[in-house]
């Protein structure tokens, strides 16, 4: 894991997710990509109305871009300062752990997505409601990336990735976001695989995902459970908190979207209930 990309807007809780970003840089020796994203000054012009003067509305215009600059300034500083903390440093050319800062402005969805597509995961904090800009981060890695998402609850403290429970379930999601953490399970102290009741004939089992580990070096110990206790997203929470999992690795949305959305199911649950870090893919 070489590239980490740290998304952010004028709501992110910047200092604990840089805070969070520059350990992963020190313990991969990765370089960190802050891109923060500001309000784009032609997209406000639809909202504010007829019956205003040319002169009005580029006085409203270049008060947007001020303001704009203003936040991505002032996010500059706490990320720098995170980084400067843990000697995270901003030359490029340097061997070892390194930070980038981007400022782009638009929304959203014109830029998280695309711009993590180069890196090998991003780092974002649980939505703070369905609306927020937390969410539109968070939608926008899982669904548009193509790329892993390590979801980090603002609440957590302490080490991240070192002991980790797999939630297996067989789903392409899943063995997607095992794969893609190889290298992650790899320096962890301890891997744990959890799962939960019988999975269908046809799907990859338990003993044939920890061979798959074991191939790749990975030592892990094997946990099954004939039936959840609760839902099974609870279940998942609980064993991981049993065993002084740290993180968590799962498959997202394994069934279709809208009845995840609808329904809940055991992604939507642990994004909006776990204490602890997930990392995931879709």
Same mark, same amino acid.
């Given at each position: ?8 807007t ?10 969070? &970003? ?10 960190? =990509? ?74 959203? $969805? ?5 711009? $993590? ?15 927020? $800009?937390?969410a ?38 899943? &063995? ?8 992650l ?6 891997? =744990? ?11 990859? =089992?338990?003993?044939?995902i ?12 094997k ?15 609980a ?43 879709h």
């Amino acid at each position: 894991m070489k590239a980490i990309m740290l998304p952010l807007t004028r709501e992110s809780d910047t200092s604990f997710l840089s805070t969070i &970003a520059a350990n992963l840089a020190i313990r991969f020796s990765a370089t960190i =990509t802050g891109l923060f994203i500001r309000r784009d000054p032609k997209h406000a012009m639809p909202l504010l109305g007829e019956g205003l003067t040319a002169e009005m509305i580029q006085e409203m215009c270049d008060a947007t871009e001020r303001e704009g600059l203003k936040y991505a300034g002032e996010a500059n500083k706490l990320f720098s300062d995170a980084m400067n903390q843990q000697a995270v440093v901003s030359d490029e050319t340097a061997p070892g752990p390194k930070a980038l800062w981007r400022t782009i402005a638009g929304d959203v $969805a014109d830029h998280v997505g695309r711009c $993590a597509r180069t890196a090998d995961f991003a780092v974002c904090e649980r939505p703070q409601g369905k609306n927020s $800009a937390q969410a539109d981060i968070f939608n926008d890695l899982v669904f548009r990336s193509g790329r892993s998402v390590l979801m980090v609850p603002n609440s957590h403290e302490g080490p991240i990735l070192d002991n980790v429970l797999v939630a297996w379930n067989g789903r392409a999601e899943c &063995a997607r976001a095992v794969g893609a953490a190889l290298p992650l399970l790899k320096k962890a102290r301890k891997v =744990t695989l959890l799962q939960i009741g019988e999975l269908a004939e046809e799907l990859p =089992t338990l003993d044939d995902i920890a061979r798959y580990l074991d191939a790749h070096g990975i030592a892990c110990e094997k946990m099954l459970e004939a039936k959840p206790e609760g839902s099974v997203g609870e279940t998942v929470h609980a064993r991981a908190k049993a065993v002084g999992a740290d993180t968590i690795v799962i498959g997202a949305f394994s069934t279709a979207r809208w009845r995840e959305l609808i329904l809940g199911g055991v992604t939507r649950h642990l994004i909006e209930s776990s204490e602890l870090p997930i990392y995931m893919s879709h």
